[in-house]
């Protein structure tokens, strides 16, 4: 099974950026999708970023497409997601996640990340 640890998390202004960073394990990645989501306090854990096995083909929440970006280095074993003009209301713990070419999220998650806090505040 996967496993996945994420980095990168942290205090940022707003109008800021962060890298986040998943290192992944266990496993090679070529078998794999994979995503971001985030869990704000008291709301559910929703999905913010996905990108396919290739790198080819990626997907964006509404709330954070042209500010995020997403990508992964398979050679390197990492996912990565870019988030720039940082906004108070992107304050969440993110959470890398994978599941298996083929499967649909967010059934068919195998593997979570730890998660890494992310504060947007002045």
């Known amino acids: 099974q996967l496993q996945l640890v994420e980095s990168g998390g942290g205090l940022v202004q707003p109008g800021g950026s962060l890298r986040l960073s998943c290192a992944a394990s266990?496993?090679?990645?070529?078998?794999?999708?994979f995503g971001w989501f985030r869990q704000a306090p008291g709301k559910e854990r929703e999905g913010v970023s996905c990108?396919?096995?290739?790198?080819?083909?990626?997907n964006y929440a509404d709330s954070v497409k042209g500010r995020f970006t997403i990508s992964r280095d398979n050679a390197k074993n990492m996912v990565y997601l870019q988030m720039n003009s940082l906004k108070p209301e992107d304050t969440a713990v993110y959470y890398c996640?994978?599941?298996?070419?083929?499967?649909?999220?967010?059934?068919?998650?195998?593997?979570w990340g730890q998660g890494t806090q992310v504060t947007v505040s002045s």
């Open positions: 990108i396919s096995r290739s790198g080819g083909s990626t």
């Open positions: 266990g496993f090679t990645l070529d078998y794999y999708a």
């Open positions: 996640a994978s599941r298996p070419i083929g499967g649909n999220w967010p059934d068919d998650i195998g593997s």
